[in-house]
């Protein structure tokens, strides 16, 4: 039982290069995040999915798009990366929805750096 | 608009005293605040949470207070311990609000040995 993972660990980009980020959860969970994390500005949303099939923009989806490949994977992808997108990005699953008993899990993160 | 606020960037405690995080919120409609807490190269893991109907929550050693006439929620860590040294995240959701949760900017808690 591996939670949720997430490939690559690290990378760079030369801006105006596309990449995509992966995440994949073995825990039958139904709703799966991206968040990215930048000093002094804690996690902020930038899409989410509730269910497969389904995704919703969150905080800040500009740059960014977003696939909910079946129950297990959702993928970020960066079309044309710009220094603005240089973050830690989280992938994060829980089973439903946030509330008593019930919790997100977080994957190791991405660290991106576009030069 | 920081509809979750944690005021102190940094916090150092000697190891055994209690360390106290504190968080403010803005959003009425936010029924549920959870706390994180992250490591170095390590994603957030869920600490302790707090549902609006209640004024506190006790794990162990972390006890979180919530004074919804305030908007304000506290994290009480006792005894603190080195291993407790990370960031402290405070968070926020409501029932309406599509699974969505809204994070602080962190605190950065220093237990000296």
């Known amino acids: 039982n591996a939670g949720v993972t997430q490939t690559p660990k690290f990378q760079v980009l030369k801006t105006g290069q596309s990449m995509t980020l992966q995440c994949a959860q073995d825990?039958?969970?139904?709703?799966m995040y991206w968040y990215r994390q930048d000093p002094g500005m804690g996690l902020r949303l930038i899409y989410y999915?509730?269910?497969?099939?389904?995704?919703d923009k969150g905080e800040v989806p500009n740059g960014y798009n977003v696939s909910r490949l079946n129950k297990r994977e959702f993928s970020l992808r960066l079309e044309s990366a710009a220094p603005s997108q240089t973050s830690v990005y989280f992938c994060?699953?829980?089973?439903?929805?946030?509330?008593?008993?019930?919790?997100?899990?977080f994957g190791p993160g991405t660290r991106l750096l576009v030069l | 608009d920081q509809q979750v606020k944690q005021n102190s960037p940094s916090l150092s405690v000697q190891e055994g005293r209690i360390s106290i995080l504190n968080c403010d919120y803005t959003?009425?409609?936010?029924?549920?605040f959870l706390w994180y807490k992250k490591y170095p190269a390590e994603g957030p893991t869920f600490l302790i949470s707090?549902?609006?109907?209640?004024d506190k929550n006790e794990d162990g050693r972390f006890t979180v207070f919530l004074n919804k006439s305030a908007k304000h929620l506290s994290l009480h860590i006792v005894p603190s311990q080195p291993g407790d040294s990370a960031v402290y995240f405070c968070?926020?959701?409501?029932?309406?609000?599509?699974?969505?949760?809204?994070f602080g900017t962190g605190t950065k808690l220093q237990v000296i040995p």
């Open positions: 994060a699953s829980i089973k439903r929805r946030v509330r008593v008993g019930e919790t997100q899990y």
């Open positions: 825990m039958n969970h139904n709703s």
């Open positions: 999915s509730a269910s497969e099939g389904t995704t």
């Open positions: 959003n009425s409609m936010f029924d549920y």
């Open positions: 707090i549902s609006s109907i209640k």
């Open positions: 968070a926020a959701s409501s029932s309406g609000g599509y699974q969505k949760v809204t």
